[in-house]
């Protein structure tokens, strides 16, 4: 995948973040979700775009690093959503999946750039 297409993959994955954010009840607990779900799966493209620009290959793991804290902190509050009974898994699943995938790309990514052996 090339770097305009993860681009454009992020984005996607951002705009799915923000409608389910934007579905979720109107209760105290959804409310913390929704916001932390927000920041963290509209910040998976922002940093990648960062890390696009970085200006040497650490420079670049180093921002894929955020890349990949902001994706899996994503899985954490859709996989609490499921596990507080806010949503139904088969409703995220999808989007689950995406985010599992992006945090693997992202992975695999960070280990090319540090000359490390790839593990996908």
């Known amino acids: 995948?090339?770097?305009?297409?993860?681009?454009?993959?992020?984005?996607?994955?951002?705009?799915?973040?923000?409608?389910?954010?934007?579905?979720l009840p109107e209760t105290p607990t959804a409310k913390v979700i929704r916001n932390q779900l927000l920041r963290c799966g509209s910040s998976v493209g922002a940093n990648y775009r960062a890390a696009c620009r970085a200006r040497s290959k650490p420079d670049f793991a180093a921002k894929m690093g955020i890349v990949e804290e902001e994706?899996?902190?994503?899985?954490?509050?859709?996989?609490?959503?499921?596990?507080?009974?806010?949503?139904?898994?088969?409703?995220?699943?999808?989007?689950?999946e995406e985010a599992d995938e992006i945090l693997a790309i992202t992975v695999s990514s960070i280990k090319s750039a540090r000359g490390l052996r790839k593990a996908y």
């Open 1 to 23: 995948m090339n770097p305009e297409e993860m681009k454009t993959r992020t984005r996607a994955f951002a705009l799915r973040i923000i409608r389910l954010a934007e579905s």
């Open 71 to 96: 994706a899996d902190e994503t899985v954490y509050w859709i996989e609490l959503l499921i596990d507080a009974g806010i949503v139904q898994l088969t409703r995220v699943k999808d989007l689950l």
